[in-house]
């Protein structure tokens, strides 16, 4: 089996926990990777379990899923609510921007990730990240518009 790939990626949780089902799993949704299960045992340690409602912004791993061949599976999966995640959201956000009209799901995890940046920066401590995002946001448009 092949081990997770180390890049990163940001998605929406589409459900997780089913009590119904009284499933401690979930579904991610994700543009390019379409949607990846993940189990409990998937999100690192630490992490308050809660966190994983339906559209919640997570940043996980792919690898091989171990029960379906040619399928992904998310792990490393980690709810992003710290200032430290916002450079990685916004360079996520970013990209989004870039690839947009390529994929149906982008409009859908875009308006999340901006919900999440926004939410991030109005409790930010650190008044000088807003800055660093604003001129990275600026040589965006000067680069790509």
Same mark, same amino acid.
């Given at each position: ?5 180390? #890049? ?10 089913? %009590? ?6 979930? *579904? /991610? ?8 299960? *993940? ?6 340690? @630490? ?9 919640? /912004?997570?940043?996980? +791993?792919? %690898?091989?899923?171990? =029960? ?7 792990? @490393?999966?980690?709810?992003?609510? $710290?200032? +430290?995640?916002?450079? *990685? ?8 921007? $870039?690839?947009?009209? =390529? ?6 995890? %875009? ?5 999440? /940046? $926004? ?5 930010? $401590?650190? =008044?000088? /990240?807003? #800055? ?14």
């Amino acid at each position: 089996m092949k081990q997770a790939d180390t #890049e990163k990626y940001i998605g929406l949780v589409k459900w997780f926990h089913d %009590q119904a089902k009284d499933a401690n799993y979930g *579904f /991610i949704q994700h543009a390019k990777l379409g949607d990846l299960f *993940f189990h409990e045992r998937s999100i690192e340690q @630490g992490q308050n379990i809660s966190s994983f409602r339906e559209n919640a /912004i997570v940043v996980f +791993t792919a %690898q091989e899923s171990r =029960k379906h061949k040619d399928k992904l599976e998310a792990v @490393g999966v980690k709810y992003l609510d $710290t200032e +430290t995640d916002l450079n *990685f959201l916004f360079s996520h956000f970013l990209s989004i921007l $870039t690839e947009k009209a =390529k994929y149906s799901d982008y409009n859908t995890i %875009q308006k999340g990730v901006h919900l999440k /940046i $926004t939410s991030l920066l109005e409790k930010a $401590t650190d =008044k000088k /990240i807003v #800055e660093q995002l604003f001129e990275r946001f600026q040589n965006y448009v000067n680069t790509h518009l």
